[in-house]
């Protein structure tokens, strides 16, 4: 309770007020009407998503861990704030996106948390390195899905947590139309798409302890590497 308690009073210092983040987070007026109209969701259930891709990191992590991409770091600067003695790495393609993450971690005073820009495809890490590799909303805009695949599997250690959320086709008859004819269009989003099955399928051929679900359109997911 505790730590939830910091991360809302930290989530209400960086804010949400910016389109995109009310929209990740269906916390402002507009934002409320994407969730609805485009994921069929509400604020609470956006939540529960989001707070089952983020349980593979533990209360009082202390390890190395990577985040890809980052975005605007509306979603986890606050959670990183409750961990002061994790060392960070943030990675985002995108440089206006990583300035919007960067303006939050200075708003906390966030030592621990290094920003990098870069390719998710091609990680300039070496073999083993992380702890734990968060993804959030990220493989559905990935160009190359395989080679992130292969690449966030590469630089975690051996019994190391891979986890995240992203969309899944198939779900919502709804949402599929609005990632096919406005997000793909606009560049939000990439195919191909993973559906449930394949989800599962695939986290099952490469890690342990796969534990998955979906609400809607959204899987999320929390695994293992062997050890």
């Not at 349980?55 to 190395?64: A, C, L, T």
């Not at 191909?192 to 979906?214: F, H, I, Q």
Request: aromatic content about 12%; some cysteine; hydrophobic content about 35%.
């Amino acid at each position: 309770m505790e730590r939830k308690e910091a991360i809302r009073g930290a989530y209400r210092m960086t804010g949400g007020n910016s389109f995109y983040d009310g929209m990740i987070t269906c916390s402002t007026l507009s934002g409320k009407a994407v969730c609805r109209l485009v994921w069929a969701m509400n604020k609470v259930e956006n939540d529960a998503y989001l707070e089952k891709a983020m349980s593979g990191i533990p209360e009082h992590f202390s390890g190395k861990l990577l985040e890809v991409p980052v975005g605007t770091g509306i979603l986890t600067m606050p959670v990183y704030q409750t961990m002061p003695e994790a060392d960070i790495t943030c990675l985002d393609y995108s440089p206006d996106m990583m300035r919007q993450a960067r303006e939050k971690a200075d708003r906390l005073h966030l030592k621990n948390v290094t920003f990098r820009q870069g390719d998710v495809g091609a990680l300039s890490y070496a073999d083993d390195t992380f702890d734990i590799v968060l993804s959030l909303n990220g493989f559905h805009a990935f160009p190359d899905k395989e080679a992130a695949y292969r690449e966030v599997f590469r630089v975690l250690r051996p019994g190391g947590t891979f986890c995240g959320c992203f969309y899944v086709k198939g779900e919502h008859k709804r949402t599929d139309w609005f990632v096919r004819h406005v997000y793909k269009k606009i560049g939000f989003f990439t195919p191909p798409y993973e559906t449930v099955s394949s989800l599962k399928a695939r986290l099952d051929g490469m890690y342990t302890d796969v534990d998955m679900g979906n609400l809607k359109s959204m899987a999320w997911f929390v695994c293992r590497k062997a050890g």
